[in-house]
């Protein structure tokens, strides 16, 4: 919690520091007393004693009934106990003691951000903070990712605010870079900005992996991948939450330059670093193995299922006579990018990460936030052969894109019907059957002859899972759903 330090620092000298105006009578060994009890009610706090911490807050107040950082320090102990009422009651006399108070007006930030579509006045209390003192950093990160969470992209000048007050901050022009490499609302996608943010992250915290993994992922993609290897080979030798994403750009170098040696150690050093549970999740076979082998496997004891996974993997090496397995630097490489990006919601990822150990990387994705058009000649015979499945259904999967009053226009729409080109064109970037809310479609050209995946996410945020298929009996012309469908496929 940064606003530790922030109080820590302020309360090395109370009187001076932070202003506190001594209780009528008060003497310099009450100050004392107030001040070295404040700080053991902070320390307590940052390590989640809280009746300790509320001890030491009440004895202060006992001391000096004004002593505003000290009645924040015990909206802090309700906050963190979720008694959010008695939190905003004790923030505000805070404010009481001491008007225009930064740490008391963060807090009542802190207080209607956990609270129910109140999110405006936490927007309004974390601008109220640093508008009162300038230097208060944590109201611009708190800021910062309310607009996030609500998708305003004032983020990213809430956080070039924090970078104009605090140009060395340990975050902020990483979270800059974040922005500027993917967008934020449509808007802002800049990979010049995004590479130059990330390096003055780094000149103010070299030790920043976020900043490491991003930046060696922009150099990989732009071909300076000497650079991009001497980024992120500290990343990979140390736990944190960049080592997988740091390992996978790290491999997917390797791949290309066809090194599977050395894409193979480290992924290997990875894998037996885990925790058994996330390790099992790399030696599972149940999404690869078919027939007698995955039976075998799911009647193992868990102890025997590691070898059963070595001996699968070694009878698929496509080149035993090298040290490596690239079959087995694939799956590795499959399993680590499902839990980085579709593991965040659900362990150990969501359905889109089912299909992805299965099959990899699609030939096409489109998504709701992110429309894009089938342009591939095989992806395309993709999408028209199952346009073609869908029979009868077609015209009602048509009206369902809202293009009604555009086909009343054109001649023949009841009557003659369209053309093949003017079917397809309505289709391309929608799943073949319609889906509501929030949405992807993947297309694989080489599985089944041609599938379109498609999955929905039922909460924002939350896990993806299968759609369920309006005239399912016209989709390989069976009743099944998607998910059992790939899984016969497999």
Not at 84 to 93: I, M, P, Q, S, W
Not at 189 to 203: I, P
Not at 216 to 228: C, M, N, P, V
Not at 259 to 265: F, I
Request: hydrophobic share 35%.
């Amino acid at each position: 919690m940064n606003w530790f330090k922030h109080y820590l620092i302020a309360s090395i000298t109370i009187v001076v520091c932070l202003g506190e105006s001594p209780a009528a009578g008060s003497t310099a060994k009450d100050i004392s007393r107030v001040d070295s009890t404040y700080k053991s009610g902070l320390a307590y706090l940052e390590s989640g004693k809280y009746e300790n911490a509320e001890r030491c807050f009440q004895a202060a107040l006992e001391i000096n009934s004004k002593h505003a950082p000290s009645y924040v320090g015990l909206g802090h102990v309700y906050l963190n106990r979720g008694n959010l009422k008695e939190a905003e009651k004790t923030f505000r006399e805070a404010l009481r003691k001491r008007k225009n108070y930064a740490p008391a007006l963060n807090g009542l930030g802190l207080v209607f951000r956990e609270t129910d579509k109140m999110l405006d006045w936490a927007i309004k209390y974390f601008r109220s903070a640093y508008q009162a003192d300038r230097r208060f950093i944590e109201a611009y990160i708190n800021l910062a990712q309310v607009y996030r969470t609500i998708g305003d992209t004032k983020e990213l000048d809430t956080y070039e605010k924090l970078t104009k007050v605090d140009p060395g901050h340990s975050d902020a022009w990483f979270q800059i870079g974040r922005i500027y490499t993917y967008g934020e609302a449509g808007r802002y996608r800049n990979v010049k900005k995004a590479e130059a943010a990330y390096r003055r992250q780094l000149e103010a915290n070299p030790q920043h992996f976020g900043a490491r993994t991003h930046l060696g992922q922009i150099l990989k993609e732009s071909g300076r991948t000497d650079e991009a290897m001497e980024l992120l080979k500290p990343v990979v030798a140390v736990a944190n939450a960049f080592q997988r994403r740091a390992l996978l750009e790290m491999a997917e170098v390797h791949q290309t330059a066809r090194d599977h040696d050395l894409a193979d150690a480290p992924l290997d050093a990875y894998v037996a670093s885990l925790e058994p549970k996330e390790r099992a999740v790399y030696y599972d076979l149940s999404l690869v193995a078919i027939g007698d082998e995955l039976t075998r496997f799911r009647e193992a004891a868990e102890e025997e299922r590691n070898a059963l996974s070595e001996a699968f993997w070694a009878g698929r090496d496509p080149a035993p006579a090298t040290a490596a397995n690239e079959r087995w630097i694939e799956h590795c490489r499959r399993v680590a990018y499902a839990r980085e990006h579709f593991g965040e919601h659900q362990f150990p990822w969501d359905a889109r990460g089912e299909v992805y150990v299965r099959y990899g990387t699609p030939e096409h994705i489109s998504t709701s936030e992110n429309i894009r058009f089938e342009t591939a000649p095989k992806v395309l015979a993709v999408k028209e052969r199952l346009m073609n499945q869908a029979g009868e259904a077609l015209q009602h999967l048509l009206l369902s894109r809202r293009m009604v009053s555009f086909y009343r226009e054109m001649d023949g729409f009841t009557e003659k019907g369209m053309d093949d080109q003017e079917t397809l064109s309505t289709i391309l970037g929608y799943p073949v059957y319609p889906v509501r809310g929030v949405w992807q479609y993947w297309i694989y050209t080489r599985v089944g002859g041609g599938v379109e995946v498609t999955f929905v996410q039922e909460r924002t945020p939350g896990p993806y899972k299968y759609a369920e298929m309006p005239h399912a009996g016209h989709w390989f012309g069976s009743t099944r759903s998607q998910g059992e469908i790939l899984a016969l496929q497999c």
